[in-house]
Protein backbone atom coordinates (compact mmCIF):
# COMPACT_ATOMS: atom_id res chain seq x y z
CA UNK A 1 0.00 0.00 0.00
CA UNK A 2 3.00 2.19 0.86
CA UNK A 3 5.14 1.39 -1.93
CA UNK A 4 7.82 0.56 -0.24
CA UNK A 5 9.94 -2.95 0.16
CA UNK A 6 9.52 -5.46 2.94
CA UNK A 7 13.09 -3.96 4.66
CA UNK A 8 12.60 -0.25 4.10
CA UNK A 9 13.65 1.72 7.20
CA UNK A 10 11.52 4.36 9.33
CA UNK A 11 12.77 7.47 7.47
CA UNK A 12 11.72 5.30 3.89
CA UNK A 13 8.35 4.12 5.08
CA UNK A 14 7.83 8.18 6.57
CA UNK A 15 8.27 9.76 3.45
CA UNK A 16 6.09 7.62 1.20
CA UNK A 17 3.39 8.06 3.43
CA UNK A 18 3.92 11.63 3.39
CA UNK A 19 3.58 11.18 -0.19
CA UNK A 20 0.39 9.60 -0.68
CA UNK A 21 -1.47 11.38 2.33
CA UNK A 22 -0.68 14.65 0.44
CA UNK A 23 -1.47 13.51 -2.87
CA UNK A 24 -5.02 11.48 -1.05
CA UNK A 25 -5.80 14.27 1.40
CA UNK A 26 -9.61 14.96 1.41
CA UNK A 27 -8.91 18.80 0.89
CA UNK A 28 -7.07 18.26 -2.03
CA UNK A 29 -10.08 15.68 -3.49
CA UNK A 30 -12.89 16.82 -2.57
CA UNK A 31 -16.29 14.69 -2.62
CA UNK A 32 -13.76 11.49 -3.81
CA UNK A 33 -14.82 8.62 -2.16
CA UNK A 34 -12.25 6.53 -3.89
CA UNK A 35 -9.33 8.81 -2.47
CA UNK A 36 -11.05 9.46 1.10
CA UNK A 37 -10.74 5.58 1.24
CA UNK A 38 -7.23 5.11 -0.21
CA UNK A 39 -6.23 8.00 2.24
CA UNK A 40 -7.46 6.07 5.53
CA UNK A 41 -5.55 2.24 4.29
CA UNK A 42 -2.28 4.40 3.74
CA UNK A 43 -2.93 6.06 7.43
CA UNK A 44 -3.45 1.95 8.63
CA UNK A 45 -0.67 1.17 6.61
CA UNK A 46 1.75 3.68 8.32
CA UNK A 47 0.27 3.32 11.64
CA UNK A 48 1.16 -0.23 11.56
CA UNK A 49 4.61 0.19 9.87
CA UNK A 50 5.84 3.09 11.97
CA UNK A 51 5.62 0.79 15.03
CA UNK A 52 8.22 -1.32 15.96
CA UNK A 53 6.08 -4.41 17.58
CA UNK A 54 2.84 -3.74 15.21
CA UNK A 55 5.66 -3.90 12.14
CA UNK A 56 6.94 -6.98 13.52
CA UNK A 57 3.33 -8.83 14.23
CA UNK A 58 2.71 -7.80 11.02
CA UNK A 59 6.00 -9.46 8.73
CA UNK A 60 4.72 -13.02 11.38
CA UNK A 61 1.25 -13.01 10.55
CA UNK A 62 0.19 -10.59 8.49
CA UNK A 63 -3.67 -9.21 8.68
CA UNK A 64 -4.37 -11.79 10.64
CA UNK A 65 -1.76 -10.40 13.69
CA UNK A 66 -4.87 -7.39 13.90
CA UNK A 67 -8.04 -9.46 13.82
CA UNK A 68 -10.46 -9.85 16.92
CA UNK A 69 -8.87 -6.49 18.48
CA UNK A 70 -5.18 -8.27 18.23
CA UNK A 71 -2.98 -5.08 19.06
CA UNK A 72 -4.82 -2.61 16.93
CA UNK A 73 -5.57 0.18 19.71
CA UNK A 74 -9.09 1.07 20.52
CA UNK A 75 -11.39 -1.42 18.79
CA UNK A 76 -8.21 -2.64 17.12
CA UNK A 77 -7.50 -2.06 13.45
CA UNK A 78 -11.42 -2.26 11.86
CA UNK A 79 -10.63 -5.83 11.05
CA UNK A 80 -7.62 -5.28 8.86
CA UNK A 81 -6.53 -2.98 5.93
CA UNK A 82 -9.42 -1.17 4.11
CA UNK A 83 -11.59 -1.87 6.91
CA UNK A 84 -12.67 1.67 7.71
CA UNK A 85 -11.39 4.21 9.91
CA UNK A 86 -12.60 3.55 13.11
CA UNK A 87 -9.07 1.65 14.31
CA UNK A 88 -7.30 4.66 12.84
CA UNK A 89 -6.33 6.23 16.13
CA UNK A 90 -4.59 9.16 16.86
CA UNK A 91 -0.60 7.19 16.58
CA UNK A 92 -0.03 7.87 13.49
CA UNK A 93 -1.59 11.01 12.55
CA UNK A 94 0.05 12.99 15.08
CA UNK A 95 3.36 11.24 14.51
CA UNK A 96 3.93 13.11 11.10
CA UNK A 97 1.21 15.53 11.50
CA UNK A 98 3.53 18.40 12.01
CA UNK A 99 5.64 17.28 9.28
CA UNK A 100 3.03 17.19 6.93
CA UNK A 101 -0.48 19.50 7.39
CA UNK A 102 2.05 21.59 9.79
CA UNK A 103 3.71 22.83 6.98
CA UNK A 104 0.59 22.49 4.53
CA UNK A 105 -0.99 25.01 7.08
CA UNK A 106 2.09 26.71 7.34
CA UNK A 107 3.05 25.45 10.70
CA UNK A 108 6.36 24.64 11.99
CA UNK A 109 7.46 21.17 13.04
CA UNK A 110 6.99 20.35 16.08
CA UNK A 111 3.93 22.40 17.39
CA UNK A 112 5.47 25.29 16.30
CA UNK A 113 7.90 27.74 17.75
CA UNK A 114 7.34 31.28 19.01
CA UNK A 115 7.69 33.93 16.40
CA UNK A 116 9.98 36.37 16.36
CA UNK A 117 9.30 40.37 16.75
CA UNK A 118 8.33 41.51 13.96
CA UNK A 119 11.37 43.20 11.47
CA UNK A 120 10.80 46.53 10.51
CA UNK A 121 10.20 47.94 7.06
CA UNK A 122 12.98 48.85 4.55
CA UNK A 123 12.81 52.62 3.03
CA UNK A 124 13.63 53.69 0.02
CA UNK A 125 14.96 57.27 -0.78
CA UNK A 126 15.78 58.57 -4.17
CA UNK A 127 18.82 61.38 -4.90
CA UNK A 128 20.07 63.29 -8.08
CA UNK A 129 23.85 63.55 -8.66
CA UNK A 130 26.00 64.95 -11.32
CA UNK A 131 28.01 63.03 -13.73
CA UNK A 132 31.37 64.42 -11.86
CA UNK A 133 30.01 63.19 -8.28
CA UNK A 134 29.34 60.31 -10.60
CA UNK A 135 33.09 60.06 -11.39
CA UNK A 136 34.41 61.40 -8.30
CA UNK A 137 32.29 59.52 -5.81
CA UNK A 138 30.43 62.02 -3.18
CA UNK A 139 29.92 62.13 0.48
CA UNK A 140 26.55 63.72 1.27
CA UNK A 141 23.74 63.85 4.43
CA UNK A 142 20.80 62.95 3.86
CA UNK A 143 17.71 62.96 6.48
CA UNK A 144 14.81 59.96 6.02
CA UNK A 145 11.51 59.37 7.78
CA UNK A 146 12.02 56.56 9.62
CA UNK A 147 11.27 54.92 13.29
CA UNK A 148 13.20 53.95 15.95
CA UNK A 149 13.32 51.80 18.87
CA UNK A 150 11.09 53.80 21.99
CA UNK A 151 13.81 54.64 24.70
CA UNK A 152 11.12 54.97 27.68
CA UNK A 153 10.34 51.08 27.50
CA UNK A 154 13.67 50.42 25.24
CA UNK A 155 11.70 49.31 22.74
CA UNK A 156 9.72 45.98 24.55
CA UNK A 157 6.41 48.10 23.81
CA UNK A 158 5.65 47.42 27.71
CA UNK A 159 5.51 50.66 30.24
CA UNK A 160 9.07 51.22 32.19
CA UNK A 161 9.00 48.72 35.35
CA UNK A 162 6.18 46.33 33.57
CA UNK A 163 7.33 43.99 30.72
CA UNK A 164 5.66 41.53 28.80
CA UNK A 165 3.88 38.01 29.83
CA UNK A 166 3.35 34.73 28.41
CA UNK A 167 0.02 34.42 26.36
CA UNK A 168 -2.74 32.53 28.03
CA UNK A 169 -4.30 31.33 25.19
CA UNK A 170 -1.04 29.81 23.65
CA UNK A 171 1.03 29.03 27.05
CA UNK A 172 3.85 30.93 25.28
CA UNK A 173 4.07 28.70 22.09
CA UNK A 174 2.83 30.84 19.79
CA UNK A 175 0.08 28.53 18.16
CA UNK A 176 -3.00 26.95 19.27
CA UNK A 177 -4.17 22.94 17.82
CA UNK A 178 -8.35 23.17 16.96
CA UNK A 179 -10.13 20.20 16.55
CA UNK A 180 -12.23 20.11 13.32
CA UNK A 181 -13.70 16.60 12.99
CA UNK A 182 -11.43 14.02 12.42
CA UNK A 183 -8.46 16.45 11.68
CA UNK A 184 -6.41 18.39 14.10
CA UNK A 185 -5.44 21.81 12.46
CA UNK A 186 -2.50 23.89 14.03
CA UNK A 187 -3.09 27.84 14.12
CA UNK A 188 -1.08 31.01 14.85
CA UNK A 189 -2.38 32.30 18.23
CA UNK A 190 -5.31 35.20 17.48
CA UNK A 191 -4.09 36.93 20.92
CA UNK A 192 -0.60 36.98 20.63
CA UNK A 193 -0.19 36.66 16.77
CA UNK A 194 2.44 33.96 17.02
CA UNK A 195 4.77 35.79 19.54
CA UNK A 196 3.88 33.92 22.35
CA UNK A 197 3.68 36.95 24.41
CA UNK A 198 1.25 39.71 25.41
CA UNK A 199 1.49 43.15 26.55
CA UNK A 200 -0.79 43.66 29.34
CA UNK A 201 0.10 47.03 30.59
CA UNK A 202 1.05 49.17 27.08
CA UNK A 203 3.93 52.10 26.74
CA UNK A 204 2.29 55.15 26.56
CA UNK A 205 5.16 56.74 24.59
CA UNK A 206 4.68 54.15 21.83
CA UNK A 207 1.47 53.00 22.21
CA UNK A 208 2.60 49.21 22.96
CA UNK A 209 4.49 49.24 19.32
CA UNK A 210 8.28 49.43 20.99
CA UNK A 211 9.06 52.06 18.75
CA UNK A 212 8.65 55.91 17.36
CA UNK A 213 8.40 57.81 14.70
CA UNK A 214 11.45 60.32 14.07
CA UNK A 215 13.45 61.51 11.30
CA UNK A 216 17.10 60.13 10.79
CA UNK A 217 19.83 62.11 9.38
CA UNK A 218 22.58 59.71 8.00
CA UNK A 219 25.78 60.48 6.35
CA UNK A 220 26.04 58.50 3.16
CA UNK A 221 29.45 58.21 0.28
CA UNK A 222 28.11 57.12 -3.11
CA UNK A 223 31.18 55.65 -4.82
CA UNK A 224 32.96 56.63 -7.76
CA UNK A 225 31.75 54.90 -10.84
CA UNK A 226 27.99 54.53 -9.49
CA UNK A 227 25.95 54.53 -13.04
CA UNK A 228 22.73 55.93 -13.34
CA UNK A 229 19.56 53.92 -11.81
CA UNK A 230 21.97 51.85 -9.29
CA UNK A 231 20.78 50.98 -5.98
CA UNK A 232 22.57 50.87 -3.14
CA UNK A 233 21.33 48.79 0.45
CA UNK A 234 22.53 50.32 3.71
CA UNK A 235 21.40 47.24 5.80
CA UNK A 236 20.21 48.07 9.46
CA UNK A 237 19.03 51.75 8.52
CA UNK A 238 15.46 51.45 7.71
CA UNK A 239 12.48 50.98 10.20
CA UNK A 240 13.00 49.79 13.83
CA UNK A 241 11.11 46.86 14.71
CA UNK A 242 8.53 45.85 16.26
CA UNK A 243 8.64 45.49 20.09
CA UNK A 244 12.43 44.83 19.70
CA UNK A 245 12.29 43.45 16.82
CA UNK A 246 15.63 43.95 13.64
CA UNK A 247 15.44 46.96 12.07
CA UNK A 248 14.95 46.74 7.89
CA UNK A 249 17.30 48.27 5.03
CA UNK A 250 17.73 51.67 3.47
CA UNK A 251 17.69 51.21 -0.36
CA UNK A 252 19.13 54.24 -2.60
CA UNK A 253 18.35 54.60 -5.70
CA UNK A 254 20.81 57.02 -7.63
CA UNK A 255 19.99 59.08 -10.73
CA UNK A 256 22.92 60.92 -12.96
CA UNK A 257 21.90 64.11 -13.99
CA UNK A 258 22.96 64.80 -18.21
CA UNK A 259 25.90 66.20 -18.77
CA UNK A 260 26.08 69.55 -21.17
CA UNK A 261 29.04 68.24 -22.51
CA UNK A 262 29.49 64.80 -22.12
CA UNK A 263 27.33 61.58 -22.91
CA UNK A 264 28.03 58.40 -20.66
CA UNK A 265 28.23 54.90 -21.93
CA UNK A 266 28.66 52.81 -19.12
CA UNK A 267 32.89 53.54 -18.25
CA UNK A 268 33.06 55.10 -21.96
CA UNK A 269 32.49 58.98 -22.45
CA UNK A 270 31.63 60.58 -25.67
CA UNK A 271 32.23 64.12 -26.31
CA UNK A 272 31.28 65.83 -29.87
CA UNK A 273 33.91 68.39 -30.87
CA UNK A 274 32.53 71.00 -33.53
CA UNK A 275 35.79 72.38 -35.61
CA UNK A 276 35.36 74.94 -37.91
CA UNK A 277 35.29 74.09 -41.77
CA UNK A 278 38.96 75.69 -42.59
CA UNK A 279 40.31 73.75 -38.91
CA UNK A 280 39.08 70.45 -40.70
CA UNK A 281 40.07 71.88 -44.43
CA UNK A 282 43.68 72.71 -43.30
CA UNK A 283 44.04 70.61 -39.94
CA UNK A 284 45.04 72.47 -37.05
CA UNK A 285 44.87 72.19 -33.01
CA UNK A 286 41.88 71.93 -30.73
CA UNK A 287 41.38 71.65 -26.95
CA UNK A 288 39.10 68.84 -25.61
CA UNK A 289 37.36 68.78 -22.32
CA UNK A 290 38.23 65.74 -20.12
CA UNK A 291 35.44 64.70 -16.68
CA UNK A 292 38.25 65.56 -14.29
CA UNK A 293 38.70 69.02 -15.42
CA UNK A 294 41.38 68.71 -17.36
CA UNK A 295 41.78 69.66 -20.94
CA UNK A 296 43.40 67.49 -23.31
CA UNK A 297 44.99 68.94 -27.13
CA UNK A 298 43.85 67.05 -30.44
CA UNK A 299 45.54 67.18 -33.58
CA UNK A 300 43.61 67.11 -36.78
CA UNK A 301 44.45 66.14 -39.73
CA UNK A 302 44.23 67.91 -42.78
CA UNK A 303 41.09 66.75 -44.85
CA UNK A 304 39.09 65.51 -41.91
CA UNK A 305 35.74 64.95 -41.94
CA UNK A 306 32.02 64.85 -39.51
CA UNK A 307 32.50 61.78 -37.95
CA UNK A 308 36.08 61.32 -37.19
CA UNK A 309 36.92 59.69 -33.77
CA UNK A 310 39.60 60.09 -31.47
CA UNK A 311 39.85 57.39 -28.91
CA UNK A 312 41.61 59.07 -25.63
CA UNK A 313 42.57 56.33 -23.63
CA UNK A 314 41.95 56.32 -19.44
CA UNK A 315 39.91 59.45 -19.86
CA UNK A 316 36.65 57.96 -19.53
CA UNK A 317 34.70 57.23 -16.09
CA UNK A 318 36.18 55.88 -13.31
CA UNK A 319 34.91 52.24 -13.02
CA UNK A 320 33.16 51.44 -10.20
CA UNK A 321 35.34 49.22 -7.42
CA UNK A 322 37.70 48.79 -9.62
CA UNK A 323 40.75 50.09 -10.68
CA UNK A 324 41.51 52.14 -14.20
CA UNK A 325 39.21 54.11 -15.81
CA UNK A 326 37.32 53.64 -19.31
CA UNK A 327 38.18 55.90 -22.66
CA UNK A 328 36.84 58.70 -24.51
CA UNK A 329 35.43 59.35 -27.63
CA UNK A 330 35.97 62.56 -29.47
CA UNK A 331 33.98 63.13 -32.30
CA UNK A 332 34.42 66.05 -34.66
CA UNK A 333 31.56 67.61 -36.51
CA UNK A 334 33.08 70.05 -38.95
CA UNK A 335 30.88 73.00 -39.19
CA UNK A 336 29.73 75.01 -42.19
CA UNK A 337 30.21 78.90 -41.73
CA UNK A 338 27.37 81.38 -41.61
CA UNK A 339 26.58 85.18 -41.52
CA UNK A 340 29.36 85.53 -44.22
CA UNK A 341 30.68 89.24 -45.08
CA UNK A 342 31.09 90.07 -48.71
CA UNK A 343 34.75 89.79 -48.72
CA UNK A 344 33.85 85.97 -47.38
CA UNK A 345 31.80 85.11 -49.84
CA UNK A 346 33.57 86.87 -52.92
CA UNK A 347 36.68 84.37 -51.48
CA UNK A 348 34.84 81.18 -51.51
CA UNK A 349 33.44 81.87 -54.83
CA UNK A 350 37.12 82.54 -56.32
CA UNK A 351 37.68 79.16 -54.15
CA UNK A 352 35.02 77.16 -56.27
CA UNK A 353 36.01 79.16 -59.51
CA UNK A 354 39.86 77.58 -58.82
CA UNK A 355 37.92 74.03 -58.65
CA UNK A 356 37.63 74.04 -54.89
CA UNK A 357 34.50 71.74 -54.95
CA UNK A 358 36.44 69.16 -57.07
CA UNK A 359 38.21 68.78 -53.61
CA UNK A 360 35.47 67.26 -51.92
CA UNK A 361 35.08 63.46 -53.24
CA UNK A 362 32.08 62.37 -51.16
CA UNK A 363 29.42 65.08 -52.82
CA UNK A 364 31.44 64.35 -55.98
CA UNK A 365 30.39 60.98 -55.27
CA UNK A 366 27.41 61.42 -53.87
CA UNK A 367 26.27 63.15 -56.94
CA UNK A 368 27.28 60.81 -59.42
CA UNK A 369 25.48 58.16 -57.62
CA UNK A 370 22.27 59.67 -58.09
CA UNK A 371 22.95 60.77 -62.34
CA UNK A 372 23.31 56.72 -62.73
CA UNK A 373 20.03 56.60 -60.42
CA UNK A 374 17.89 59.00 -62.38
CA UNK A 375 19.44 57.43 -65.64
CA UNK A 376 18.17 54.27 -64.67
CA UNK A 377 14.94 55.46 -63.96
CA UNK A 378 14.80 56.85 -67.87
CA UNK A 379 15.66 53.08 -69.42
CA UNK A 380 14.61 50.52 -67.08
CA UNK A 381 16.93 47.74 -68.83
Known amino acids: MLGVAKDADGPTIKSAYRKLAMKYHPDRNPGDAEAEAKFKEIG????VLSNEQKRAAYDR????AFKNGGGGGPGGMGGGFGGGAQGFGAGAFSDIFDDIFGEFMGGQRGGGQRRSPGRGADLKHEMTISLRDAFEGKKQTITVPSSEA?????GSGAEPG???TTCGTCGGVGRVRAQQGFFTVERTCPTCSGRGQVITDPCKACNGQGRVRKDRTLQIEIPAGVED??????AGEGEAGVRGGPFGDLYLFV??????????DGPELYC????????AALGGEIEAPVIDGGRVKLKIPPGSQSGKKFRLRGKGMTMLRRKGRGDMIVELHVETPVDLTPRQKELLQEFCREGGDDRCPESKNFFEK????????KDPS
Not at 61 to 64: M, Q, R, S, T
Not at 150 to 154: A, L, N
Not at 256 to 261: A, I, M, R, T
Not at 272 to 279: D, E, G, L, N, S
Request: glycine share 6%.
Open 162 to 164: SGP
Open 370 to 377: AKDFWASM
Open 150 to 154: CEPCE
Open 61 to 64: FGHA
Open 255 to 264: SVKDHELFER
Open 44 to 47: EAYE
Open 272 to 279: MAHVPMTT
Open 229 to 234: GTRIRL
